[in-house]
């Protein structure tokens, strides 16, 4: 069994407050499905900038793709944060870009050529029912396209682990279930999912994912799945 994340001990504070986040330990298999839930406030984005590190722990270990990540040199992280595909809450499209331009910038950034990108870019704008709309700037996309957009911007490049914040809070109830349905088969291809949500009827479509819940910062794990993980073949 091979972890792509572990936290030991790991505490998180903004400022002189108190803890943001508190004691937290578990690992995360490689190739799993995990949705993090939690009421508003609970912790849930500040944990998941921890794991796309957006953020350093004020105290304890955070290990991703078997490497420290608080003593590692900062000139080492963008290597492991293009390893990450991240769907923000805000969405953080480029406004300059249209849809197509913004899906396509994780590839252009890898280096992949203009005529190798052009295909996976307009399939990627069909599945999220955005192809009609692939000249459009972010401004004139609604909440929901414009979510869209950014889930199709942060599969694109098939990462190792997609992180994503309310993916599917902007989009009505059969497009959440075409974007579950994408997250699913980006999952059985090897990526490790970790899915922030309200939706608890999301929870019961991924029969595989293991569910982590925050409450006041702490992490609940009452079945010890996430402090010991099951052993599983690595899906790489």
């Known amino acids: 069994m091979s972890s792509i994340v572990q936290f030991d001990n790991v505490g998180l504070r903004y400022g002189t407050g108190a803890e943001t986040l508190s004691d937290l330990s578990f690992s995360l298999r490689r190739g799993g499905f995990y949705f993090l839930t939690g009421a508003s406030g609970a912790g849930k ?12 722990p004020s105290r304890g270990l955070v290990r991703l793709f078997g490497e420290d990540m608080v003593t590692i040199a900062r000139d080492r ?35 992949v050529s203009e005529r190798d990108l052009q295909r996976p870019v307009a399939e990627m704008l069909e599945w999220v029912g955005l192809s009609h709309r692939s000249s459009a700037r972010p401004a004139t996309l609604s ?38 349905y994408l997250f699913d088969n980006l999952n059985k291809l090897g990526t490790t999912m970790v899915v922030a949500t309200h939706d608890l009827h999301l929870l019961s479509r991924i029969g595989s994912a293991t569910m982590m819940r925050l409450d006041d910062g702490k992490l609940q794990d009452p079945t010890g799945l996430l402090r010991h993980p099951p052993a599983r073949p690595d899906s790489f």
């Open 143 to 180: 909440g929901g396209e414009q979510q869209r957009v950014a889930i199709a911007r942060a599969v694109i490049g098939r990462p190792e682990m997609l992180v994503a914040d309310e993916p599917t809070g902007n989009v009505d109830p059969e497009m959440a279930a075409r974007l579950l």
């Open 77 to 111: 992280l963008p290597g492991f944060r293009r390893r990450i595909g991240v769907v923000f809450q805000d969405f953080r499209l480029v406004p300059h870009l249209s849809a197509f331009d913004n899906v396509a910038l994780p590839l252009r950034l890898a280096g």
């Open 45 to 56: 984005t500040s944990l998941l900038k921890l794991i796309y590190l957006a953020l350093r």
